[in-house]
Each structure stands twice: as C-alpha cells, then as structure tokens.
C-alpha cells in the first residue's frame, strides 16, 4: 500500500497550485482519501476529503470555495486544485487513505510523504 504526494512549490498569494496523491496497492472503490496540511509548530490540520465510492466531497470552512478534492478512477489518483491561495496555507500537505470519511489524522491509516507548499510574495 503506497501513497505519493507531489505538485507542491512557491506560488504568489492569489495564485494556484494543483497537488497530487498516486495510490497504489489496494482497491480504493470502499475508502476515503483526504488532504492534510500541517504547518511549522502546528497541528495536522484536515483539507480534504473524497469517499471514493460515491464522490461526496467534505472540506473545513478555511479552503471551501478555494480548495477541490476531485479523483480519476483510471489513474488511481486523487487531486487537490488550490485556487486562491494565502499565506497562510504554507505547510507541508499529505494525502491519507482511510476505511472511511473523517477528518482527524488518526482516522487514516496510510499516508504518502508530503509535498511542501509555500505561499509567498
């Protein structure tokens, strides 16, 4: 079971970034994906979440209407486009596998490595 994050680098504020998550090794039609962030001295924070299976989409109120979660079945791929992007979303970003929807760190069981993602002028 593997999950690799990548697309992260240095946008300006404003600007968009689109990330990542290539899974491999297990079937994802029963689980849910997410995006986490955690930034220096911080907490993992929640972003994103797909239930694979029926595509129901879950975001916090801090990127909602900036951030989407979207997948390709084909690719075994899940994506997260960043539109609008702040200063305050600089942190390193993971994509996490789950038996289902939730949106603490522990409700995942598999994580990739983490892309960095710097917002800044």
């Known amino acids: 079971v593997q999950l690799q994050a990548f697309g992260g680098g240095l946008v300006q504020p404003g600007g968009s970034l689109r990330l990542s998550c290539t899974t491999s090794?297990?079937?994802?039609?029963?689980?849910?994906i997410a995006w986490f962030r955690q930034a220096p001295g911080k907490e993992r924070e929640f972003v994103a979440a797909?239930?694979?299976?029926?595509?129901?989409?879950y975001y916090p109120d801090s990127v909602k209407g900036r951030f989407t979660i979207s997948r390709d079945n084909a690719k075994n791929t899940v994506y997260l486009q960043m539109n609008n992007l702040k200063p305050e979303d600089t942190a390193v970003y993971y994509c996490?596998?789950?038996?289902?929807?939730?949106?603490?760190?522990?409700?995942?069981?598999?994580w990739g490595q983490g892309t960095q993602v710097t917002v800044s002028s």
């Open positions: 090794g297990f079937t994802l039609d029963f689980f849910a």
């Open positions: 797909i239930r694979w299976s029926s595509g129901r989409r």
């Open positions: 996490a596998r789950g038996p289902r929807y939730g949106t603490r760190p522990d409700d995942y069981v598999y």
